[in-house]
């Protein structure tokens, strides 16, 4: 099973709204990353969790907070967020050091 | 030097023909290497791994050449679903697993 399960799929927020972007696996893998896409351009990377633990955070806003409250779970919180924001979020997970397998994404736009 | 390139497409190709991508990258400390394909709005999916000079599968076949630090993938008999983006990622060095995706190039298999 390689699966990665991202909720909600889509999602439409104001400029002053808080909203949680979610994502579960259950392969065992102790490192979870959040990508954001644009249109017709690669996968970004913003943070990558190693053991539940921050390692990696690509000078992302502040506005996008995130959260790992298990092995299972990572969150992407959000608040403030701009139009410019409105994107793919996409999670992954792997082994360290091994390929990562993604969700499906959850397609936000701000409004 | 960018962490990883790509090379430029769009590549136009017929039904059946050979087409062959290349990337390099600039961590020298990279030890694993994955080809990505995304259809569009869709997720990337892993299409193959590298962990030692090379991997094969079907009609694809991944080269590494870490003296020159460049991978490629090479893409026989194409067939029209073939038709997406192939995004080149190597894994970081160490045991953190930043996974930075190159820009991809675009293949187009034509009838």
């Known amino acids: 099973d390689t699966e990665v399960t991202q909720t909600p799929k889509h999602l439409v927020m104001g400029m002053t709204n808080k909203k949680s972007l979610k994502c579960e696996q259950h392969?065992?893998?102790?490192?979870m990353y959040w990508y954001k896409q644009k249109a017709k351009k690669p996968p970004e990377l913003m943070f990558v969790?190693?053991?539940?633990?921050?390692?990696i955070n690509e000078s992302v806003p502040s506005r996008f907070s995130p959260e790992c409250p298990n092995s299972s779970l990572l969150n992407l919180h959000l608040h403030a967020l701009q139009p410019e924001d409105s994107a793919l979020y996409l999670c992954?997970?792997?082994?360290?050091?091994?390929?990562?397998?993604f969700g499906q994404g959850t397609r936000l736009t701000v409004v | 030097r960018k962490e990883v390139e790509q090379d430029p497409g769009p590549f136009n190709v017929p039904e059946g023909a050979t087409v062959a991508f290349n990337c390099t990258y600039s961590?020298?400390?990279?030890?694993?290497f994955f080809w990505y394909r995304q259809d569009c709005r869709k997720e990337p999916k892993l299409l193959m791994s590298?962990?030692?000079s090379g991997n094969e599968d079907g009609r694809f076949t991944a080269q590494l050449n870490r003296a020159s630090q460049y991978i490629s993938l090479l893409i026989r008999d194409s067939k029209l679903s073939d038709s997406a983006t192939y995004l080149c990622?190597?894994?970081?060095?160490?045991?953190?697993?930043?996974?930075?995706f190159g820009k991809g190039t675009k293949l187009s298999v034509k009838p």
């Open positions: 992954a997970s792997s082994k360290t050091g091994r390929e990562a397998f």
């Open positions: 392969m065992g893998h102790r490192a």
């Open positions: 969790y190693s053991y539940e633990k921050l390692s």
């Open positions: 961590n020298s400390a990279s030890q694993s």
């Open positions: 590298v962990y030692s």
């Open positions: 990622v190597p894994g970081g060095g160490g045991s953190q697993g930043n996974l930075i």
